[in-house]
Each structure stands twice: as C-alpha cells, then as structure tokens.
C-alpha cells in the first residue's frame, strides 16, 4: 500500500503571499498525481491531477510540480478564498489521500 | 453538468443495516468509475471502495474489504453503499465522487456527502 504523507500539518500564512505545500509518496506513483482543495461543509474540490495539469476552473495562481515520490502545490499569492485544507492524493493503483494540509490565516 | 446527488443523512444503531445512494445525471453513468469515499474528523479522507457501472467491476481497500458492499443500478444511474451489520467505527461521512475521464484517473465529480452516525 503507497503512502501518502503531506507537510507541513497547517500552514499561517497572510493573503498575498507565496505557499508551498509538499506531498512525499512512499513509493513511485510516477505522475498520477492529484490535488484537492476542501472547505468547511463542503466536498473535496479537485485542483490539480497528473502532478501539474489545472483541472477546469482552477485559478492559475496555483501550479502543481514534480514526479515518483515528490510533489509540491504552490500558490503564488494566497486570496481569501484560498484559506482551506489541501490533500494529495495518489490515483497509481488505488485512491490514497494524503493526511491533508490546513492552509489557515494567520 | 455532471450531478451527483447523495441520500440523507442517517441515524442507525450498532447491527443494523443500511444502503445509501448516489445518483449521476449529465453523463453516461456507466462510462466511469465511480468511488465511494469516506471523511472522519481527525483520518481525513479514506477510499472505501470503488465501482465501474457498465460491467460492475468492483474492487474494494483491505480496511473495508468484506465489512461493506458497493453496487450499481444502471437503469436508474445509482450507486450504493451498504452495510448489513454497522458498527459505531462506521460512523463518518460518506462522498460518492466520479472519475476525470476514466479509467486511472482522479476523482473530479463529487457528490454533496451523506453522514452515518451509529450509536447505541
């Protein structure tokens, strides 16, 4: 069974600036890779899959990078809106999340 | 628009049964795989198992494997997720999510979630 472990636990962060979320695999999963975006009472949102791609409607404030077993969500200036738990999750040969990282205000 | 639309939500008691639902509308339901996935405060998300409409293919993880049965009824485009003997470790919520394009490929479509609580 991959392993999917996400750091830092939660991010104090002010709108406007830069963040960098990791997610490590305990094996490679090579790019089939995905980020989701939950708030409060509401369903997983996806925002990223095959490690980079934006899926529709994702603002492009947000880029997904690498590959195997390392990955990182970055969003170049954080909004309002954008203060939410983020998780990772492989899709390789199964559905895995990550522990999930909250992104609070600080 | 792709819809999932989820049963309410339940209240049971430890050994009892329950099934609850997950309608797609806005696609041809049985094109994609569809994942049932469930939500504990504090263990974030977990997979539960997942199903392909067109031929039932089903495919369950370890955790839940032989604890609970996922099915599909395609001539009314609903899935199910059912349990024969709840515990009160069942409790959670439960999202039914659909998959990007098929096949090995995330989950992009999600239904709004149905809450189990089990408690003697």
């Known amino acids: 069974e991959i392993v999917m472990t996400q750091s830092p636990a939660t991010l104090s962060m002010s709108p406007g600036e830069r963040a960098t979320l990791s997610c490590r695999a305990s094996?490679?999963?090579?790019?089939?890779l995905a980020w989701y975006q939950q708030k409060p009472g509401q369903a997983p949102r996806l925002l990223i899959y095959a490690a980079s791609t934006r899926a529709s409607g994702t603002p492009v404030r947000f880029s997904g990078s690498g590959s195997g077993t390392e990955f990182t969500l970055t969003i170049s200036s954080l909004q309002s809106e954008d203060f939410a738990v983020y998780y990772c999750q492989h899709y390789e040969n199964w559905l895995t999340f990550g522990q999930g990282t909250k992104v609070e205000s600080k | 628009e792709v819809q999932l639309v989820q049963s309410g939500a339940e209240v049971k008691k430890p050994g009892e049964s329950l099934k609850i639902s997950c309608k797609g509308s806005g696609y041809s339901f049985t094109s994609y795989w569809i994942a049932w996935v469930r939500q504990v405060p504090g263990k974030g998300l977990e997979c539960v198992g997942i199903i392909y409409p067109g031929d039932s293919e089903t495919r369950y993880s370890p955790s839940f494997e032989g604890q609970v049965t996922i099915s599909v009824d395609k001539s009314i485009s609903t899935a199910y997720l059912e349990w024969s003997d709840l515990k009160a470790s069942d409790s959670g919520l439960y999202y039914c999510?659909?998959?990007?394009?098929?096949?090995?490929?995330?989950?992009?479509?999600w239904g709004q979630g149905t809450l189990v609580a089990v408690s003697s």
């Open positions: 094996q490679s999963v090579g790019s089939n």
């Open positions: 999510a659909r998959d990007l394009y098929g096949g090995n490929t995330p989950s992009a479509y």
